[in-house]
């Protein structure tokens, strides 16, 4: 069973460029997250979908930060205009339950590494 | 507001040796409590989960944790180290209630290293 994929890996844009990321969950995985990691601290939730729907998005920065999840399969993460303070991990997982059960499973893709110069 | 805190960045231990990486959390109701490995870069693994079954886990590697209520821990233990152990471990916290939408809090990380 082929993992999540992600693209890039890596990206290093100046500030106030914007840059876009690529997610493609796990093949029947209704559920798709998107988590920031900074350096020495752990993923902080950012946006959650169940299926093309926004489950919570109450920690994302929406006057930067957009994504979305067409046909409620692949996902796009944006961030417009980019700052420092964005250089991060952005990682990409995806449950195959209804996002609404605490004991879901979520997996991990590999990440894309942002440097914001 | 649910939290976990994990003791110590930075843990070495020898090859064949206890390890010991430490977990403790904050929750206002039952918590789900969850132990991620994440190797360089790589994402984060599942290596066990409590969900108010059993209150000692067995994971995958080798690896189990124990829910302690009293002590509010979930510490992460594995028998004798191995060199592939070498990686950051990452606890983290859900809710356990109806309407939770399975929001993981993670900890801030530590990352383990094992010497020769």
């Known amino acids: 069973e082929a993992g999540v994929a992600q693209s890039p890996r890596y990206k290093i844009i100046e500030k106030r460029q914007s840059v876009a990321f690529w997610c493609n969950p796990i093949s029947g995985h209704a559920t798709l997250y998107w988590y920031q990691q900074i350096l020495g601290q752990g993923p902080k939730l950012l946006i959650q979908f169940q299926n093309n729907g926004v489950v919570d998005d109450s920690q994302l920065p929406k006057d930067r930060f957009s994504a979305e999840r067409l046909k409620g399969v692949d996902s796009t993460l944006k961030i417009q205009p980019a700052k420092l303070e964005d250089s991060a991990v952005y990682l990409c997982a995806s449950s195959s339950g209804t996002g609404r059960s605490s004991t879901d499973t979520q997996y991990f893709g590999p990440g894309t590494r942002l440097t914001v110069l | 507001a649910q939290s976990v805190t994990q003791l110590g960045s930075h843990v070495s231990v020898s090859e064949g040796a206890l390890v010991l990486l430490r977990c403790n959390y904050s929750?206002?109701?039952?918590?789900?409590l969850f132990w991620y490995v994440q190797y360089p870069n790589q994402g984060l693994q599942l290596l066990l989960k409590?969900?108010?079954?059993?209150?000692l886990v067995k994971g995958i590697n080798g690896f189990e944790a124990e829910f302690k209520k009293s002590e509010t821990s979930f510490h992460l233990t594995k028998p004798s180290a191995h060199m592939s152990d070498a990686a950051e471990y990452f606890c983290a916290v859900t809710l356990n209630y109806g309407g939770s939408q399975g929001n993981l809090i993670f900890g801030k990380g530590t990352k383990l290293s094992v010497k020769p």
């Open positions: 929750s206002s109701v039952p918590p789900y």
């Open positions: 409590y969900t108010s079954a059993a209150t």
